[in-house]
T-cell receptor, first 115, second 115 residues
Framework: GAGVSQSPSNKVTEKGKDVELRCDPISGHTALYWYRQSLGQGLEFLIYFQGNSAPDKSGLPSDRFSAERTGGSVSTLTIQRTQQEDSAVYLC?????????????FGPGTRLLVL | AQTVTQSQPEMSVQEAETVTLSCTYDTSENNYYLFWYKQPPSRQMILVIRQEAYKQQNATENRFSVNFQKAAKSFSLKISDSQLGDTAMYFCAFLIPQGAQKLVFGQGTRLTINP
């Protein structure tokens, strides 16, 4: 596609429910990143994929967070048993091969509100 | 750990004026990359400009230029002939070209261009 796309654009859920956030990277990009943007923490790295593998999951805030990537393309970030502190904008980015200093291109994000 | 500091939470200038956004960072690494991203109300992070630390020449992109002072660990963004469409949040980001290529962001500067 022309750019990184994310869905849904906005998601409102109740505390304790599970949510899935989707990211479609730029076609041909093998590296994919998830970041979270919240009022209190700013922009923080969550996880990185190279192909379908996630060599760095160091930013995932708890074991309620998981992510997968299939076919070297679409990625899904899943948050189980959502908490109010999970409310944030979740941004996805992709880059061509994930090599040194490569520019990351961002999607429009998913705004998650946990009531 | 690497940190990025943007000391100006908000700035406001008149259209056509020149404005400079400040960014400092802390690292013990010698090889790294620096970026300025723009985030308009649409939420999508857009790359404005990037700088490789090993290059002494300051990067420029049309009306956007940087003043990169490696010894001082400073990376300011200058916007010349500012336009209404430049109104956005601006984030300075740092990347070490190893492993996950994770971006470390500053807290952002909200820039408003007034007509």
């Amino acid at each position: 596609g022309a750019g990184v796309s994310q869905s849904p654009s906005n998601k409102v859920t109740e505390k304790g429910k599970d949510v899935e956030l989707r990211c479609d990277p730029i076609s041909g990009h093998t590296a994919l990143y998830w970041y979270r943007q919240s009022l209190g923490q700013g922009l923080e790295f969550l996880i990185y994929f190279q192909g379908n593998s996630a060599p760095d999951k160091s930013g995932l805030p708890s074991d309620r967070f998981s992510a997968e990537r299939t076919g070297g393309s679409v990625s899904t970030l899943t948050i189980q048993r959502t908490q109010q502190e999970d409310s944030a904008v979740y941004l996805c980015a992709s880059s061509l091969v994930g090599t040194a200093g490569e520019t990351q291109y961002f999607g429009p994000g998913t705004r998650l509100l946990v009531l | 750990a690497q940190t990025v500091t943007q000391s100006q939470p908000e700035m406001s200038v008149q259209e056509a004026e020149t404005v400079t956004l400040s960014c400092t960072y802390d690292t013990s690494e010698n090889n790294y990359y620096l970026f300025w991203y723009k985030q308009p109300p649409s939420r999508q992070m857009i790359l404005v400009i990037r700088q490789e630390a090993y290059k002494q020449q300051n990067a420029t992109e049309n009306r956007f230029s940087v003043n990169f002072q490696k010894a001082a660990k400073s990376f300011s963004l200058k916007i010349s002939d500012s336009q209404l469409g430049d109104t956005a949040m601006y984030f300075c980001a740092f990347l070490i070209p190893q492993g996950a290529q994770k971006l470390v962001f500053g807290q952002g500067t909200r820039l408003t261009i007034n007509p």
